[in-house]
């Protein structure tokens, strides 16, 4: 990796990492569906313009039914669980149990395969593969058994399903959108995402009636700009730098960026037992989702000499 591809690494692994503190932030003073529509709409401002002046849209709308699969998957349902879940839940435990993504992802991309969703060919997850599910299964247990004590369960089961929304919208983008230009992908799931927010924020909480704090405005804007519009960006940028597979071992680097932003701006207390699990799941998620190992083919040509 160039010096190059390390700071979009970097750079993604940061974007990536802080929305958890910012959102634990931005719902001190605003409602979950408040901050989902304006973090969505001001993502899709950003990227609409740009897709649009790439041609890159239209293919993406065309697609219109995977597109709607994905947009819920990985928007609509777990934007709003992940800001409801940070009003009890620590920020640093949340993103701690987001990591088990790349777990539930296996088992998603598995069960499609088996009812026919997907006709791609399986890729056998081998001893390195099941040694990982069951590492990262005893990692989330011990975060959910320990960590999360006391919490409201609610916030746990709402976290929970979070990850398997974005568990879904992985394999939808990967099964059904993949061949399409990303920023088109994302910004029509962003537009449509504030479209479905905007009647349910008007009929329900309503606008806020006066103008929320400095450090939210400032939480709401980073979370709009930096962890959506420039975070997709700088993904585009390291896939073609490194490609989509080592690009995604960022993945792995964000729920620590997100520990320490949390120890450090909000004063969340971590345990033992939650740096235990944290290793666990991060451990379980590499060896799970890694690719098998390929066995070496003898050269017949070398074994003649």
Known sequence: MDRRAALLFAGLGIAWGVPYLFIAIAVDELAPSVLVLARTALGALLLLPLALAHRQLVPALRRWRPLLVYAAAEVVLPWLMLARAERTLPSSTTALLIAAVPLVGVVVGALARRWGLDRSAPRPLGRRGVLGLAIGTAGVAALVGVSVTGADPVAVLEVALVV???????????????????SGV???????????????????????????SARVLVAVAVLGVVCTALAFLLLGALVSAVGPVRATTVVYVNPLVAVVAGAAVLGERLTGWTAVGAVLVLAGSVLATAPPRRRSVPDPAAAAT
């Open 186 to 212: 994302m910004a029509a799931s962003l537009a449509i995402s504030a479209l479905v927010y905007l009647p349910v924020v008007l009929l329900g909480p309503g606008l806020p009636t006066a103008l929320p």
């Open 164 to 182: 398997v929304g974005y568990a879904v919208g992985a394999w939808v983008l990967g099964a059904h959108l993949s061949d399409l230009p990303a």
